[in-house]
């Protein structure tokens, strides 16, 4: 298994350290770095904790069967493979999720100023989520659109 922290989505809160010390470390950096390339197997279940618990969906992890299939299906050489995998990896980066829920929601359309596109009042008196999964280009404004809910109306997944 190997673990990456994308350094443009993580905001240095420090829980992946305080999950898997042996693997992230904050202590030269603002933002998590990985000390332990590969994971040994008896780090994984920490790796795997810290990628669950990380707030902003930083940590990828690239597990092992990825590793293992050196030439992906449809791949036909092993640069062809490593680009496909570098996709199924920016898949699993940007697959966002957001979800409202409806017995909070006071239908201030607060997130609907922020991100339009994403965030709906027009059709019911509580917000609705327009799009599934979330576009890269607004996932910066959906955590902001829950940031800013003053009734913690929004998951994201
Ligand atoms: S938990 Fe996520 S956001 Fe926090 S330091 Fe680790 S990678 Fe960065
Ligand atoms: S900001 Fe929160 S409470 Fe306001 S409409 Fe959106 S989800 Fe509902």
Do not use: W
């Amino acid at each position: 298994m190997r673990v990456h922290v994308d350094p443009d989505l993580c905001i240095g809160c420090g829980i992946c350290e305080g999950d898997a010390p042996d693997i992230f470390s904050l202590a030269s950096s603002a933002i998590a770095e990985v000390i332990m390339d590969p994971v040994e197997p008896g780090f994984e279940a920490d790796a795997r904790m810290a990628a669950e618990d990380c707030p902003e969906i930083a940590i990828i992890i690239e597990n092992g069967e990825d590793l293992e299939t050196p030439t992906a299906p449809g791949a036909d050489s092993a640069d062809d493979a490593e680009e496909s995998i570098n996709d199924n990896d920016l898949e699993r980066k940007f697959d966002m999720k957001a979800i409202v829920d409806q017995d909070l929601c006071i239908g201030c359309g607060i997130c609907e100023e922020i991100v339009p596109e994403v965030f709906s009042l027009q059709n019911e008196p509580y917000a609705e989520v327009l799009l599934d999964p979330i576009p890269e280009e607004f996932q910066d404004a959906v955590r902001e659109a829950a940031e800013e809910c003053s009734e913690a109306a929004i998951t994201i997944e």
